[in-house]
């Protein structure tokens, strides 16, 4: 689950995940020889150690942790009256073979309050983390500091993936995943506690062999709160999702300006009206349309 800590980076899910911040992608450079002297065949280029990826979505709602923030309900269209638009950049560095480290920026961008940062920018995040790759493995630690409302909310993931890819059948993975999301410093009602999410992302490919392959996936979460007022009710199950998600490439696109890509998604909730009270319905949908590029 990944998306909430980079993409929101839990939108959770807020990894997920929605003021950009502008990074650039530094590329190596090899000195080359006199042209007398030059090899017969140049040698490849370095491989950068940095990459950048950044988007921009439409959506229905901002879901944090199972809680409906703005009170979309019922409503599942992107462009409502409670909807929002998320904007984050991601810029990650390898430091070889299994270690990385990241910085992300994700951003809440609507009208449907007044903002205590200015403008329609509810809130903007700060994430920066670690990952470790080992074979399938991968185990991330991230800390976060989320700014809203004229204060901070301070928060810690742990999370563990397992990339199963071919490993049932050819083209297909469930991508088991599990987060522990610990909320140390609370901000207003979101009051300190850990949350625990395990899930699958079951995904294929459709049309591999054409220049606009689409990628099909179907995440399932279950979340569990470790804490009492973790979203202002009790501990215990908080919520289930469930959707289908798919992408396609914009390979018209020329690919010095990056790899572009349009998603869309929808996703079901349930949530507990005992663990979260706040949320005017307890099943609704959230629908999503973005698009995002990487370097």
Known sequence: MLERIWAR????????????????????????????DAPTTAPAPEKSP?????????????????????????????????ATHFAYATVTAALND????????WSDINDNANSGLGGDVQEIDLNTGITYTIDKFSISLAHGFWNYASDQEKVVD????????????KGFALNPSVNVHWRYEGNGGQEAGVAIVPGIKPTF???????????VAFPLNVAFFCS???????????????????????????????????????????????????????NFCVTDLGIGVSF
Not at 12 to 22: E, F, H, N, Q
Not at 158 to 169: E, H, P, Q, R
Not at 264 to 273: D, E, F, L
Request: hydrophobic share 40%.
């Open 158 to 169: 742990f999370t563990v993936g397992f990339n199963d890819s071919d490993m049932l059948t």
């Open 50 to 82: 940095f990459s950048l990826s950044a988007g921009f979505d439409f959506t229905s709602h901002f879901i944090s942790y199972g809680a409906d923030v703005w009170g979309g309900g019922g409503d599942a269209n992107p462009w409502g009256d409670q």
């Open 205 to 215: 490919a459709l049309f591999k062999d054409t220049k606009y392959p689409l990628t």
């Open 228 to 282: 009492d007022e973790f979203q202002g009710g009790d501990s215990g199950y908080g919520y289930f999702s469930g959707g289908i998600s798919v992408s396609v490439p914009l390979a018209f696109i020329p690919e010095k300006f990056g790899a572009w890509a349009v998603t869309g998604s929808a996703t079901y909730y349930n949530t507990s009206t005992d663990a979260i009270p706040g949320n005017p319905e307890e």
């Open 9 to 36: 980076a839990a939108r959770c899910s807020r990894v997920g995940s929605g003021a950009t911040v502008l990074a650039i992608a530094l590329a190596a450079w090899v000195n080359t020889a006199r042209a007398e």
């Open 98 to 105: 299994h270690w990385s480290v990241f910085v992300n920026v």
